[in-house]
């Protein structure tokens, strides 16, 4: 139940991303072709996350530690510029434009993210 309620939170965020951030779109045609778009790319961009992101931490651990954190800003839009491309390969009607509305997508996403988890857990509990 947790994992179903995490991929809502990320599509969520996603949905967020697509309002604020110019350059990442859905372009389904109905409402209801949207929303299983942006769950499709959730559950997607929670497997790139969870196979890619502890490598890249290991590999690039002198670079987040020279940048103070920093770096992961980079890696999380190179993230989810992945995550686009893998939707376009899969015919998901989501696109994310070149770096910068990926790096700013992912702030966006993070952000939400970590604001509809921390409702979730005060209304739910642990």
Not at 44 to 65: E, Q, R, S, W
Request: charged share 10%; net charge neutral.
């Amino acid at each position: 139940m947790k994992i179903i309620i995490k991929i809502l939170v990320v599509a969520a965020a996603l949905w967020a991303a697509t309002q604020f951030v110019d350059g990442i779109t859905v372009s389904a045609r109905t409402p209801v072709k949207e929303i299983g778009t942006l769950v499709a790319v959730a559950l997607v961009f929670g497997i790139v996350n969870a196979v890619l992101k502890p490598i890249i931490a290991t590999l690039g651990c002198a670079f987040y530690i020279l940048t103070l954190g920093l770096f992961a800003l980079v890696v999380n839009a190179g993230l989810l510029l992945l995550t686009s491309w893998i939707a376009g390969k899969l015919s998901l009607p989501f696109h994310v434009d070149g770096f910068w509305a990926a790096f700013w997508g992912a702030i966006v996403i993070g952000l939400v993210s970590w604001l509809l988890d921390l409702i979730l857990d005060a209304i739910v509990g642990d």
